[in-house]
């Protein structure tokens, strides 16, 4: 989008699903069960003020982004829409060898922006123990000096501290009963969680059963990892039956956390998705698949209820992602999660069979009806999870 602006001509707000009150509230990162990752990798996508307007309507509350761009906590301060900022990668060597670089780095893109900008969380690096192991030894470093810096700042009880791991740290993940740690990782994981422990963080996951299902099609019912009606998988030493992939991921998760000594620590899951194209080999990135697992994910989270190992830990996800993102390298599934059109569009109905788009245009309300009726008091937390809007961006 070159110099456009943005306006919101149609809003539509369902009620759907529970409505339940949310409990938790200090230092934890994510209220609700359903949040977004706010990826920016794009050359096309709404500025930050207009992504506040979309995410407002939209009533997504818990918001991740994966770094700490200035121009977005801005367009984030007042809103009360709660964020979680990244510390890339790039920058774990250095704040690993510096308790005052990761002290300027937190007074620099956290603290500055307090309390206005929400900031709930920071993610220190990004699957770097499923990724090429040159910052293995350097990231409990990187995360011990920033959660120094935070408390140091009396910023412990607002800010958590984590990172989020892939999939590549698990061996044996099936039957979920099996599941552990990667020996090459196990090192350096132990003590990590040990760290997480002990400042109450939980363990979080990014997971992709549209990734699974690619790796084994002739194996996997797609209908299993799009939690339609299947015949599941039964694990026999747990005696427990899945009905969906993605609950048997998590709970292999736990299970691998078990093993290591961790059977306390929750699990979050920090990204989940489906792409919606994909090349070749990638039959199963569709529109169809996209907004199937979309809308059930959607469903399960209102649920709020756990999996089936661990019961008492509702299900909490944020979603990947907000805008397809055309920049991104790899194959083509990886420019095409996004829920969102670059235009602020919705890129595929998920879960409001009442809503046509025909109707999409009777109803004009103006922006400051939205702004008025996008309540972010503490009314607000309790319908993130429940309610929709479809909008509708034109541009001048
Ligand atoms: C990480 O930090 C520790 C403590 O300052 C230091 O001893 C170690 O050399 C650092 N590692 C790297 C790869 O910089």
């Known amino acids: 989008m070159k110099r456009g602006k943005l306006f919101v001509q149609g809003l539509y707000l369902l009620l759907l699903w529970s409505n339940d009150p949310i409990v938790a ?21 709404p500025s930050p003020d207009e992504v506040v307007t979309l995410l407002r309507a939209a009533k997504i509350r818990n918001v991740r982004i994966y770094d700490a761009d200035h121009s977005v ?4 301060s007042g809103t009360g829409l709660d964020l979680v900022v990244g510390l890339p990668n790039g920058n774990l060597k250095d704040v690993n060898a510096s308790e005052d670089h990761a002290l300027d780095w937190v007074k620099e893109n956290v603290q500055s922006f307090l309390p206005d900008t929400r900031i709930r969380g920071i993610a220190v690096g990004n699957e770097v123990l499923g990724g090429s192991n040159e910052l293995w030894s350097v990231l409990l470093g990187a995360v011990k000096n920033v959660y120094n810096a935070v408390k140091k700042l009396q910023l412990d009880d607002v ?3 984590t990172t989020a791991h892939s999939s590549a740290v698990f061996a044996n993940s099936y039957p979920p009963s099996s599941c552990k740690f990667n020996d090459n990782v196990d090192q350096y994981m132990k003590p990590l ?25 002739g194996n996997i019912d797609v209908n299993y990892a799009l939690f339609q009606k299947t015949q599941g998988i039964y694990d026999e030493k747990n005696d427990i039956h899945y009905d969906n992939m993605l609950d048997a991921i998590i709970d292999a998760a736990y299970v691998a956390l078990e093993d290591a000594g961790f059977k306390k620590m929750e699990v979050i899951v920090t990204e989940t998705g489906w792409a919606s194209k994909g090349d070749s080999n990638e039959a199963a990135a569709t ?11 959607r469903k399960r989270l209102a649920l709020r209820k756990g999996t089936p190992l661990r019961p008492k830990y509702a299900l909490k996800a944020y979603i990947f992602a907000l805008f397809n993102e055309n920049q991104k390298p790899g194959p083509t599934s990886e420019r095409n999660y996004g829920l969102f059109k670059p235009d602020g569009s919705i890129s595929y109905e998920i879960g409001f069979p009442a809503l046509k788009s025909s109707s999409a245009t009777s109803l004009r309300v103006s922006l400051k009806v939205i702004q008025a009726r996008a309540c972010f008091g ?18 001048f």
Request: glycine share 4%.
């Open 378 to 395: 503490s009314n607000f937390a309790v319908h993130v999870a429940s309610t929709v809007i479809l909008i509708l961006f034109s541009r």
């Open 25 to 45: 509230w200090a230092a934890e990162a994510f209220i609700g069960t359903y949040g977004i990752n706010y990826g920016r990798i794009a050359d096309n996508i």
């Open 73 to 76: 906590l801005k367009a984030f």
């Open 193 to 217: 969680l040990a760290f997480f422990h002990e400042i109450g963080s939980p363990f979080c996951l990014n997971a992709y059963p549209f990734l699974a299902y690619l790796s084994d099609p």
């Open 159 to 161: 800010v958590q501290i």
């Open 287 to 297: 529109v169809d698949n996209a907004r199937t697992y979309n809308y059930n994910l």
